[in-house]
């Protein structure tokens, strides 16, 4: 049975936020500290915060999708341009994922499984909001 787009909303809302999860351990699986103390202290400030934009970015985009479902998927124009925009935010990350060279840091089952899900995330993320975008 095929979910209505109001559902796959709230859903992909509720997921955004779990994409956090991941990235919470990417500073401690890559051991950002002191593989970024060589830097010059502005590069390793504007690392953090790029990283700061970019969580909220991930939580205002769910929390606005999950509380928003019905109203994003009634197609306004500011639903479809919203939704347009976290299609392009999330096809973006999307297509950054084949030059990732994540392979040396997968160095058990779970993270080569969370990093296959994160794909996944990110693939289901894309095709919801241009749904809504497009429908």
């Known amino acids: 049975m095929m979910p209505t787009l109001s ?14 999860v991941a ?3 990417v500073p401690l699986r890559l051991d950002w500290r002191s593989r970024l103390e060589s830097l010059p202290p502005l590069l390793r ?7 700061g934009y970019v969580v909220l970015s ?15 998927a009634a197609g306004s124009r500011l ?3 919203f939704c347009l925009f976290a299609g392009l935010f999330w096809g973006i ?3 950054l994922q084949p030059f990732l060279n994540a392979r040396p ?6 993270l080569t499984a969370g990093y296959h899900l994160l794909t996944l995330l990110f693939v289901t ?3 919801v909001f241009f749904w809504a975008a497009f429908h």
């Open 45 to 51: 400030q504007l690392f953090w915060i790029y990283g």
């Open 58 to 72: 991930i939580i205002s985009l769910g929390l606005i999708t999950a509380i928003n479902a019905e109203e994003l």
């Open 125 to 127: 993320f894309t095709i």
């Open 105 to 110: 840091f997968l160095t058990t089952w779970w």
């Open 7 to 20: 559902t796959a909303l709230f859903l992909t809302g509720i997921g955004q936020p779990c994409v956090l």
């Open 23 to 25: 990235s919470a351990l």
């Open 79 to 81: 639903a479809r341009s």
């Open 93 to 95: 990350r999307l297509s």
